[in-house]
């Protein structure tokens, strides 16, 4: 079992910066993609960013240019760095991984969620 736990959430006003972390911890044997998705109320979650093991990133358009993913895979740790922050990206930013469990004879996938982190931008 792989469990996540995010930091860095908060109230920032609009134009302000956020750095969310998200670290990983279990029987870790390979971490593939991590990433970031977001739920804001009344609304689906939705992907923010994402990042292999390879260093391939995806972002979701609304984000671009904004906000940059990163990861420290020795670590098994990704951040979301978030700058020039507006109203519409409060929501609560949940941390994602998926790769592989298990010992040096056997293995197994894994998907895991965090707990989610607050972010307000408000003035």
């Known amino acids: 079992q ?7 959430g908060g109230l920032v006003q609009p134009g302000g910066s956020l750095r969310l972390s998200c670290v990983a ?3 870790i044997k390979r971490i593939n993609d991590m990433g970031w998705y977001r739920q804001a ?12 093991d390879g260093g391939s990133t ?3 358009d609304s984000v671009k240019g904004r906000f940059t993913i990163s990861r420290d895979n020795a670590k098994n740790t990704v951040y979301l760095q978030m700058d020039s922050l507006k109203p519409e990206d409060t ?3 949940y941390c994602n991984a998926a790769g592989w469990t298990g010992t040096a004879f056997s293995a197994s996938s894994f998907r895991s969620w965090g707990q989610g982190t607050q972010v307000t931008v408000s003035s």
Request: negative net charge; aromatic residues 8%.
């Open 25 to 27: 911890s279990g029987s």
């Open 41 to 52: 109320p009344g609304k689906e979650r939705e992907s923010v960013a994402s990042m292999t």
């Open 2 to 8: 792989v469990q996540l736990v995010e930091s860095g």
């Open 58 to 60: 995806n972002y979701a």
């Open 91 to 93: 929501a609560v930013y």
